[in-house]
């Protein structure tokens, strides 16, 4: 698969780079040339989720939560605590936590650094940053659809989920879910989550309302159909 938003992420000055290790395909922008930091962190975190996988079954197929077990991986465990905040299995966080983890392992090498890992980010700068929306190709928000968050030097996850888009598994029919949250395997299991409410554009609202009192995010937009719904610390742009 063509990854094409990735082209909005380059920056002149900056390094840019790729980590593909089997399934796991993650791009990399940083103001520091840390390719060999990420590529281990990127193998570290695949051999732990692995090892796990491989001698307990029923974590790639639950559909919802599982108690923490204080033995796992650190990442395996930060995959069950974000997805019991939304009631959907620890798969549902993989990318994210697969991000965050590369994120965590590079943070104190560099000020400007944004990891993509199939359309979800982890990032941190002390700039505000850009990010457009992908709600499908015959969408009217594709491609006018875009918001800034401003980091101010702490790190955000920005995860997106689509019913309508791509092969991740959802149980909605949202064209695009968009969230933000301090962690990104936290935004991750939020967007899985939301996008399983979302069927038509009338839930767009009752999930904003939920979210606001949830308080696990700083930012939400969901897109169903000709309607948007947006929410909380980002400022949408033209």
Do not use: K
């Not at 290790?21 to 060999?36: G, T």
């Not at 193998?43 to 079954?57: P, S």
């Not at 309508?164 to 949250?181: I, N, Y």
């Amino acid at each position: 698969m063509q990854r094409f938003y990735r082209e909005q992420f380059r920056t002149e000055g900056l390094f840019s780079f790729r980590v593909q290790i089997r399934e796991s395909d993650l791009y990399f922008v940083c103001d520091a040339d840390l390719e060999p930091v990420a590529r281990a962190a990127v193998a570290e975190a695949r051999t732990d989720l692995e090892t796990w996988m491989t001698a307990h079954a029923d974590f790639v197929g639950a559909l919802t939560p599982l108690a923490v077990d204080p033995t796992a991986p650190a990442i395996v465990r930060e995959m069950v605590a974000a997805t019991s905040l939304y009631g959907v299995g620890p798969m549902a966080a993989v990318a994210g936590a697969v991000a965050q983890h590369a994120g965590e392992a590079m943070a104190s090498a560099c000020s400007h650094l944004i990891i993509e890992n199939g359309g979800d980010i982890w990032l941190q700068s002390a700039q505000p940053l850009t990010v457009g929306v992908y709600a499908g190709e015959h969408s009217p928000f594709t491609g006018t659809l875009r918001f800034r968050v401003d980091p101010a030097g702490r790190p955000l996850g920005v995860c997106t989920s689509s019913g309508t888009v791509g092969h991740s598994l959802s149980f909605g029919r949202a064209d695009a879910v968009v969230t933000v949250a301090d962690r990104a395997d936290v935004a991750d299991a939020a967007a899985t989550a939301i996008g399983n409410r979302i069927q038509t554009a009338a839930d767009i609202e009752p999930v904003m309302d939920d979210e606001r009192q949830r308080g696990s995010l700083r930012g939400l937009i969901v897109v169903s159909g000709d309607r948007m719904g947006a929410w909380g610390d980002l400022v949408l742009v033209r």
